[in-house]
């Protein structure tokens, strides 16, 4: 008998795009121009620097930039959501360019370094859910909750640019320096805020996103 234990395969489970539209999230709400309502794609779609191409955001104050280029979330979450709203999740509800399967944020480090298709993508931040979850999921507490769970999901910055198409492989190929995962800058960010160690750690990491390294290194 053979007992070795497979490694969990990681996968692209979907890969998903829209441009910003001017969209009322709710009814009689002002319209807001937002990228959140991504849509899986059948094509190959061009990795560039900013993100691929087709896609965009809302409101680039926040999101977007060469820091997040591309936001991943993990498939293996979507149960729990279920099961807490009572609803379907399909790839592309927490406006995600990358469904991922078989990972999530306790095993992804920061500085990672994955193959996506011809694309090398790099982690650099988790991601950090704004207010509009609240009104995509109509529900008021929706951006707390999935910032308590810590299943925020993360960013990459492109680090080799190339065509990515569903199904591609995705592949570690080098390992962050430091070994922090998503969910440790998670635990920093929301949790214990004063953790003089790893604050340290966090805040000197060359591969966490300038936005949060700066805002680490004023709370040392």
């Known amino acids: 008998i053979n007992f070795k234990v497979r490694k969990k395969m990681v996968k692209l489970d979907s890969l998903n795009i829209t441009l910003p539209e001017k969209i009322s999230l709710n009814s009689g709400a002002k319209k807001i121009l937002t990228g959140i309502f991504k849509k899986p794609v059948n094509e190959k779609i061009f990795l560039d620097e900013l993100g691929f191409r087709g896609d965009g955001v809302g409101d680039s104050r926040i999101h977007g930039g060469k820091d997040m280029a591309v936001c991943a979330y993990f498939v293996d979450h979507f149960l729990h959501w279920e099961k807490e709203l009572d609803r379907e999740i399909k790839p592309g509800a927490f406006g995600e360019n990358l469904s ?41 507490a929706m951006a707390c909750k999935v910032q308590t769970t810590g299943y925020t999901g993360c960013y990459f910055r492109v680090k080799k640019t190339g065509w990515v198409k569903p199904g591609s492989a995705f592949e570690k190929i080098k390992e962050g320096l430091g070994k922090i995962s998503i969910e440790m800058v998670n635990v920093l960010m929301f949790k214990e805020k004063k953790n003089l160690n790893l604050l340290r750690k966090v805040a000197s990491l060359q591969a966490l996103s300038i936005k949060l390294r700066e805002k680490f290194q004023k709370r040392l």
């Open 100 to 140: 991922l399967a078989g990972i999530n944020e306790t095993q992804m480090n920061i500085g990672d370094i994955y193959r996506l298709g011809e694309a090398e993508i790099e982690v650099s931040q988790p991601r950090q859910p704004c207010h509009k979850l609240n009104k995509v999921f109509d529900l008021q």
